[in-house]
C-alpha cells in the first residue's frame, strides 16, 4: 500500500479503460460511450482528497470532453499518441516525480507511459504487451469498474473509502 500512498496523480486512457472500447457511431458521425458510474464515484471520491485527475487520449472525442467537464478533471488531453512524452511533460508542470504518478491504460500506445508511471496498470482486457508492461493488472475490465478499482485502492492507502468520502 505504500506505494498507493504516494500517488498525487491519476492519469488515464478513455477507450478500454474508462469505457469497454466501444465506439457507437450514427450517421451524422455523433459518437455515443459507455461509461461507467462506478468509475466516476471512485473518481469523484479522489478529486475530494486533492488527487490530480487527467486524462490522455489518442482520438479527439466530444463524449470524453463531455464526461471530463462532469467529473471535474484537471486535466484532458486529447488526439496525442504519444502518451509518454503527454505523460513526463504533465508530472514536471506539476513538479510530480515519477513514483507519484498512476497511469492506466489498454492498448501498445499506452506502454510508454505505463512505463513512466510508478504505478503503471493495466486493464485485462489489454493486449499482451501492455499488461506485461504494466506493474498491476485491474480484476475488472475497462468500463466495467477496473477504474475504480484503482480509486479504492488510492482511497485504501489513505485510510479512506467511497463511502465515507461520497456522504459528506
Known amino acids: 500500500m505504500e506505494d498507493w500512498q504516494k ?10 479503460v474508462l469505457t469497454d472500447g466501444t465506439i457507437f457511431m450514427g450517421a451524422d458521425r ?22 490530480e485527475l487527467a486524462i490522455i487520449s489518442g482520438r479527439l472525442s466530444p ?25 513526463k511533460e504533465l508530472s514536471a508542470d506539476l513538479g510530480f516525480s515519477a513514483d507519484q ?6 492498448d501498445v500506445i499506452d506502454i510508454p507511459a505505463i512505463e513512466f508511471a510508478g504505478m503503471g496498470i493495466a486493464v485485462p482486457n489489454a493486449m499482451p504487451a501492455t499488461k506485461k508492461a504494466a506493474d498491476w493488472i485491474t480484476g475488472n475490465p475497462g468500463g466495467k469498474g477496473a477504474v475504480r478499482e484503482v480509486c479504492d ?5 489513505r ?10
Open 30 to 51: 455523433m459518437e455515443l460511450k459507455r461509461f461507467s458510474v462506478l468509475d466516476g464515484l471512485g473518481l469523484v471520491c479522489l478529486k475530494k482528497l486533492g488527487i
Open 63 to 87: 463524449a470524453t470532453k463531455s464526461r471530463a467537464e462532469e467529473l471535474q478533471f484537471d486535466h484532458v488531453v486529447q488526439s496525442r499518441k504519444d502518451k509518454g512524452s503527454v505523460l
Open 159 to 168: 485510510n479512506e473509502s467511497v463511502l465515507s468520502l461520497s456522504t459528506t
Open 101 to 106: 504518478v498512476c497511469y492506466v491504460g489498454d
Open 153 to 157: 485502492r488510492i482511497l485504501e492507502s
Open 7 to 16: 500517488i498525487k496523480l491519476l492519469a488515464l486512457d478513455v477507450d478500454g
